[in-house]
DNA sequence: AGACACCCATAAAACGTTTCAATCGCGGCC
DNA sequence: GGCCGCGATTGAAACGTTTTATGGGTGTCT
């Protein structure tokens, strides 16, 4: 009942077992080598001290970790936590465990999470790093700790999995151009955002090929709902004969946020105007209006991230890295579709 | 460049610098006693051989982890990622690294977490269980690492930190019967959840301390926005005599789900149904009507929890286990503000 | 009965660190 | 000049495992 001094050691149980400790470590790890008697009467001992492997010492003999962690850059953003959950899904494929670590767009914290991983040798690391290019990445994958980038490119040097963020904002445009709008708005920044630059990218391309429409921009500050709102004040102020028809919104947020604007100064969506949003949160689809969306395949991500951070640590030395590019989808719902002028109530 | 064979060692690095192990130890640990000179040497040789503190025979050695983990329900709920962030600001404030585990409400999943974390010796294991009354955790806790429960209440036995629901349910409903509203109903469910059971036992003292007002329960099956729409649908077709005018939610999906659903059947909030979800969860305040909800404190709940773990780590056996409960605040917004219809003047 | 496997169990070495007692060199003091 | 003290450095022990070579006992075959 008191434990209260040091845990129990293998030591203490070959003691108790009247048995040598070599044989309380073949008892766990190749119990077949073991008599049937001695067996049982070892394990009896364990549970009866309450015996718990030291993995600090199982580790420093042989071994490994069995242990990988994700250092998320925004543990509250629900685009990292499903992207984490495929995590979790490849690791669990592979009977490792993984420990979730939250850098919170601190660059302090971020490295000193990696510190502490390369310390306790991890297994691998999988991260969405605060600034793309970051040299203690690149040395902490020198010095031999597998390393995976999740939703951010890496140059040649580093295995990485990613979103095509022009092809999915290409996707939006096209979408908005085929049901018949011409005046397009982008909403979101900045645009030193990577994300952003690519999705404008994306939707000025969609524009140049289909030869038709024009493309205003309209920034943010960020993206979250309240600038979303911002910017649907903005867009409501323009006069309406030059007013975009069509805003394609950086994320989600911002199109909740404009979304609600538009709700609020009566303007009808998807009748007076066409949103698309990018992520297809779960709340894209709860909207008042359920949000057309640009949808990444997260959980996948996640999933082939954990898979190729194995293939690494697995794999004897030689590894080529990779740099998988995934393709987003568009999503289609009320908020572009175009309904029967005459409701039925 | 090439690593490959193992990590370098402090023996290694002792060779490099030509001096002893023992040197290369106080110059990480204690560098006040070494001379200025062979400090230099020797961490020139750290950097020269990238070495890198081997953190398992640090730990078997000597000590502690540093470390702590919380074993959350659910990472993709925002509620539990806000008390994440209170769980790390707690463990930076003492200098320990949060690692974040998720059971995603698998018993297995989380027995396999515990069972790591207490052979990875962590200094402490915070954990919202997917059972109440778990004698693993009970177990883990004898043994000797210090556990602390949250937003799960526990017995004399263990520290726990929770939020009053019976107040919460008081709150919400008073507030209701104080705009004027008497036909009031609660909506969730399943009645298991402890949580749940908890809010409507709030929500009937309210009545009955008023003397005033009715409750109808509409049970739903999960506490989810498809689960608010059909609870919707079900309101609606109620005949309008009895229908309840004020619907409170067990949580702000079911609640934005009904106020859709409410919104696509034309009717209007809060003029003809007033809603109060409970979280106050960041699209609360985004929905098409803003939503009036109880609020829990998250972040203030996270790391009141770290703080007692570390308070248990810390103190020297001597430790008495305190429940600590948290009351929840209501926040009002549109979804039920209304001057009361039958206010003598 | 003796040799031979064979199965079980043991003892000892090794992993990389921290810590502590011991040593060494050296200048100052009497 | 020997002694002391002091700061800087060293060597060895210990932490709790895993693993490998070694040993002892049992039963079988000849």
Known sequence: MVAAQGAPSMKNVAAHAGVSLGTVSNVLNRPEMVSERTRRRVQSSIDALGFVRNDSARQLRGGTSRTLAYVVLDASNPFFTDVAMGVQEGADAAGLAVYLCNSGENSDRQAAYL??????????????????????????????????????????????????????????????????????????????????????????????????????????????VAEGRRAGERLAGLPSAHRPTAPFCANDLLALGLL?????????????????????????????????????????????????????????????????VFAPELVVRASTRLIPVSRPV
């Open 260 to 324: 609600q604007q538009m709700v609020r100064l009566g303007l009808r969506v998807p009748d007076d105007l066409a949103i698309v949003g990018y992520d297809d949160i779960e709340f894209a689809e709860a909207a008042a209006v359920p949000l057309t969306s640009v949808s990444q395949p997260r959980h996948l991500l996640g999933r082939t991230a954990a898979e190729l951070l194995l293939s690494e640590a697995r794999g004897d030395g030689a590894h080529d890295h990779q740099q998988l």
């Open 115 to 224: 510190d502490l991983l390369e310390q306790q040798r991890v297994e691998g690391v999988l991260i969405t790093p605060v600034h793309a290019e970051d040299p203690r990445i690149a040395a902490l994958a020198a010095r031999g700790t597998p390393v995976v980038l999740v939703d951010r490119a890496s140059g040649p040097g580093l295995c990485s999995v990613t979103v095509d963020d022009v092809l999915g904002g290409d996707l939006a445009v096209t979408h908005l151009l085929d049901t018949g709008h011409r005046r397009i708005a982008f909403v979101g920044g900045p645009r030193a955002i990577g994300q952003v630059a690519d999705r404008i990218a994306g939707a000025e391309q969609a524009i140049s090929r289909a030869g038709a429409g024009t493309l205003t921009i309209l920034d943010t500050a960020a993206l979250n």
